[in-house]
């Protein structure tokens, strides 16, 4: 593996775990400095010009503001620990940084702000020309469901695309596995850091799924998967794939939210329909209903 500290990784990951500042206002420094390092050793006084010039207000009101609260204290007590410390247990755990300069990331980056300034990674990417399917269902499946499932698995790896999903009991785990049987690339979402799985049974599945694809998150090494991580996931899937199958989901669950994150996002949302009688695709039928 190479060296954690090279390509000034360790300012984007300084930047992207940076508190008391929102991730819109993380962007146009990037874009107004031209780079994170650029960022790490701007002055206060050039950090606050720029808020005013960017949000119109006066130097003392950039203070009061949410997420640019005690910016004096923050900026004065900044450090690359943290960061460093990151990169040192993912190097110890094979763990890749994928910075939103990296050209499997710039495009999703650049098109979607709420994608966040790092991600982490085991395994191998596949090059950013390569289609990528989403796939993604409920826990519990119908025969019909893993019909579909297996179905669009086999049409995609067909097309020599990768298939992508969330590592979850059911449609998800049946899209890996489908894909894996048919020597296809997949890739997993998780909600938590790559030092663990989630679902912990699904850790065998996860090691095949590095060995022929690569298991992404948002989150560094040792955070937990908690309730609004899940979100977090669901975004960033939402945001790489083009198109995202849904294929039987309840009406409220995670992979609604997804999907719907996906329509928002411009991107192609199918979904197999279904009896209106089956209360496991009430979801999918409701997603056909909104534009999937």
Not at 2 to 17: A, G, K, Q
Not at 144 to 159: D, L, N, S
Not at 194 to 208: A, D, F, G, T, Y
Not at 210 to 224: M, R
Request: positive net charge.
């Amino acid at each position: 593996m190479s060296d954690p500290f090279t390509f000034r990784t360790v300012y984007w990951v300084w930047l992207n775990e940076l508190r008391g500042i929102f991730l819109r206002t993380k962007r146009m420094l990037l874009k107004t400095l031209g780079d994170p390092k650029a960022v790490f050793h701007a002055s206060l006084d050039d950090i606050t010009g720029l808020l005013v010039d960017n949000g119109g207000a006066s130097a003392t009101s950039v203070h009061e503001r949410p997420g640019t609260q005690a910016l004096g204290p923050l900026w004065s007590q900044r450090n690359l620990k943290q960061a460093e410390s990151i990169l040192t247990n993912h190097d110890a755990h094979d763990i890749e940084t994928l910075c939103a300069a990296n050209w499997h990331y710039r495009n999703i980056f650049a098109h979607d702000r709420r994608a966040p300034l790092v991600l982490y990674y085991r395994g191998k990417l596949a090059k950013p020309e390569v289609p990528m399917v989403g796939i993604i269902g409920t826990c519990s499946c119908t025969s019909y469901a893993r019909k579909v499932t297996k179905a669009a698995v086999r049409e995609a790896v067909a097309k020599g695309e990768v298939v992508a999903s969330g590592l979850s009991f059911g449609i998800e785990a049946l899209a890996h596995e489908t894909t894996l049987s048919l020597r296809g690339t997949t890739y997993a979402f998780l909600p938590c850091g790559l030092n663990k799985v989630q679902p912990s049974s699904h850790e065998k599945l996860m090691e095949r799924i590095i060995d022929h694809g690569a298991v992404i998150s948002p989150y560094p090494h040792g955070k937990e998967a908690l309730p609004f991580r899940f979100i977090g996931r669901n975004d960033l899937l939402a945001a790489w794939c083009d198109p995202l199958l849904v294929v039987e989901v309840r009406l409220k669950s995670g992979c609604m939210h997804t999907a719907r994150r996906a329509l928002a996002k411009g991107k192609r949302v199918f979904a197999a329909p279904n009896s209106l009688l089956e209360i496991k695709s009430a979801g999918t039928n409701q997603l056909l209903s909104e534009g999937a």
